[in-house]
């Protein structure tokens, strides 16, 4: 008994790492859901894409044990698509250890009997390994890095990518909308939250135990407490990052709000300076606009028509370090995508050019009134 509830609790466990790294790589998550005579693991859609999948955990990484358990979730996961024609089977294996011979070992086998079926390999190293249509950007090797690992199923960063957005989402009713693109309800609790955020139940869930244990929910709802402490850690996780920028110019010139219209994408936005002017929050000119871009580093040549600036740069493209946060919250001005507020405040606070002084106005104007009325 003692083995099989140490299996429940190894399954339960990745069930819930699958749901939250999925989400934070913009995949919508529906779990334990009836289909058909099944009841599957997990509905996983993007755009156009969507799987379904069956999860399977085991604490040792030898091939002679894994296969088989791969084996079977790939017979379910083909059971599952049969039913649901719609969605492609993904069969996933979480397992406390794997080495890259075992992953090579698993490409061999799916490339000799079960072709057209995508499959993943997790690990408490951190080594993820996924083959399928739209699951490349899941993959990730620690050792390759030859940096420290890091384990898979650690407890989550209180300023993790999602858990910025869910910040926001907490904070949006007390913020204007033209401020912040976000869902303003009161929530009651983690499935309410999840719901309104579009992230899993289960990383609301961790989201708000972890808000509760560091003392910054109030004890009977759902409302953020010591909320001047929250921006200032806040604000301090942010510039921990030094993100990646390039100087470029447009092919054909003009201003940047005419070619982000033209482009009109969700993941392309005004930032920083250019982000508060266009939020009436400027306080900082001569700066060249700043612009997040989910395909930062390779433009499309088509849609978005740039070259490195060989001289004075027509905007800075900026790498998003958390994406789903940032593009999220964006709201829309005349047309042009523009961060929020709370974004540009996190962001502008380190630049070299009065950043301080922009970020100090953008507290006053919208931080300080909600840090006052929490009344802590």
Do not use: T
């Amino acid at each position: 008994m003692e083995r099989l509830g140490s299996r429940i609790k190894e399954e339960f466990k990745a069930e819930d790492l699958v749901a939250e790294l999925f989400s934070a790589h913009g995949w919508k998550v529906k779990r334990q859901l009836d289909i058909g005579p099944f009841e599957i693991d997990f509905l996983l859609r993007k755009g156009q894409l969507a799987y379904v999948a069956e999860v399977k955990a085991f604490s040792e990484g030898r091939p002679d044990r894994v296969i088989p358990i791969l084996s079977q979730a790939i017979v379910q996961a083909q059971a599952y698509a049969r039913v649901r024609p719609d969605a492609r089977p993904l069969a996933i294996v979480y397992l406390g250890a794997a080495s890259r011979s075992l992953v090579k070992q698993v490409q061999k086998f799916v490339g000799d009997f079960a072709q057209g079926v995508a499959v993943g390999v997790m690990a408490d190293s951190g080594l993820r390994h996924f083959v399928g249509e739209g699951l490349e950007g899941l993959n990730a090797d620690p050792d390759a890095s030859r940096g420290p690992a890091k384990s898979a199923g650690r407890v989550p960063q209180l300023f993790s990518d999602l858990n910025q957005w869910m910040l926001k989402v907490l904070l949006a009713p007390e913020i204007p909308e033209p401020l912040l693109g976000a869902p303003r309800g009161v929530y009651r609790n983690a499935s309410e939250l999840a719901a309104a955020a579009n992230v899993s139940l289960m990383s609301a869930s961790r989201f708000i135990r972890q808000l509760r244990h560091e003392g910054y929910l109030d004890a009977h709802r759902l409302k953020l407490v010591r909320r001047a402490d929250l921006f200032r850690r806040w604000q301090a996780a942010v510039l921990r990052h030094s993100p990646n920028e390039l100087a470029m110019a447009f092919v054909l010139g003009g201003p940047i709000e005419v070619h982000l219209r033209q482009l009109q994408s969700r993941d392309a936005g005004l930032a920083l300076f250019a982000a508060a002017d266009a939020l009436n929050l400027g306080h900082v000119s001569g700066v060249p606009p700043h612009v997040y871009a989910s395909k930062w580093a390779r433009p499309d040549q088509k849609d978005w028509p740039v070259l490195p600036a060989a001289g004075k740069p027509d905007f800075i493209l900026r790498e998003p370090s958390a994406p789903q946060s940032i593009f999220r919250g964006m709201v829309n001005r005349n047309g042009v995508p523009v961060c929020d507020a709370i974004q540009v405040w996190l962001d502008v606070s380190a630049h070299p050019s009065r950043g301080l002084e922009q970020a100090d106005l953008i507290y006053r104007r919208v931080l300080r009134p909600i840090v006052e009325d929490s009344g802590r």
